[in-house]
């Protein structure tokens, strides 16, 4: 037996749905998106008012946005704090990858999905790539986006997600009317080998699944073979409490 310590982030749940019949095929539709948001929440049996970080589709389109912004503050946005024991002075801050590298199409929603699992295990919300004026159409200004809304987005620097636990929700939106959203949070925090144990620091570790495919039972082998020497070659090693690597999330792939 390999004892490998792998710390992840949980992708609670993921719901997809068609919109409702448009006016155009560029004006997608606000109610089935915030339906879209409950579903996935249902799901995952997660309280809208847990969600801190929504990472938008956000094309920067005139319509598309205003859309999208209404339905996030719909579900997320000031309504949801009205839940007993939620924060009356949370914001949900909202971005998109898509000022950074512009739209991926058919990689769009990935390329989302990979920056907020970054923010997750950093801990950390980058400023909006390239955001100078607001849309009036969502609001007059962030300050009143704020205030009537409940949404925020991170335009100055990086700021500290310092939710008490973190939960994201990753849209992505297709152009025939498909829509996808995800549910996604931090790990759950593992406890660490008391330090008083030297004989097997890893001992404790929990155990994961590894889910191997390949085109024939040939190269099978070869990658259970591989996959099985570099746990042999990590099984003795353990992060220095010093290394800065080992207080934070890490993932063997």
Known sequence: PKNIELRHEIT???????????????????????????????????HPSRVSY?????????KGDPIECRSIADVFGTASRAAPGADQRRVVRVGSVKGNIGHG????????????????RNGKI??????????????????EMSRTHGL????????????KFR??????????????????????????????????????????????TSHSATHLGQYTAELSSLLDDHSGTTPRDDDDDAQRPSSLL
């Open 152 to 163: 925020e987005i991170c335009s100055k620097r990086v700021s500290n997600w310092d939710a």
């Open 105 to 120: 199409e058919a990689a769009s929603g990935i390329a989302s999905l990979i920056k907020v699992l970054l923010m997750l």
């Open 54 to 62: 929504v990472e938008a589709h956000g094309t920067g389109t005139q």
């Open 167 to 212: 939960v994201a929700c990753v849209n992505n939106y297709g152009a025939s009317g498909t829509n996808v959203a995800l549910v996604v949070c931090q790990p759950p925090v593992l406890s660490r080998p008391s330090t008083a144990d030297n004989t097997s620091p890893r001992r404790h570790a929990q155990k994961y699944p590894f889910l191997i």
């Open 12 to 46: 609670k749940h993921h719901h997809d749905s068609q919109g409702a019949a448009p006016v155009s095929i560029a004006v997608p539709s606000g109610r089935s998106q915030s339906e879209l948001y409950r579903m996935a929440l249902a799901q995952a049996r997660m």
């Open 126 to 143: 980058p400023p909006q790539a390239g955001f100078e004026v607001l849309n009036p159409a969502i609001a007059g200004s962030t300050d």
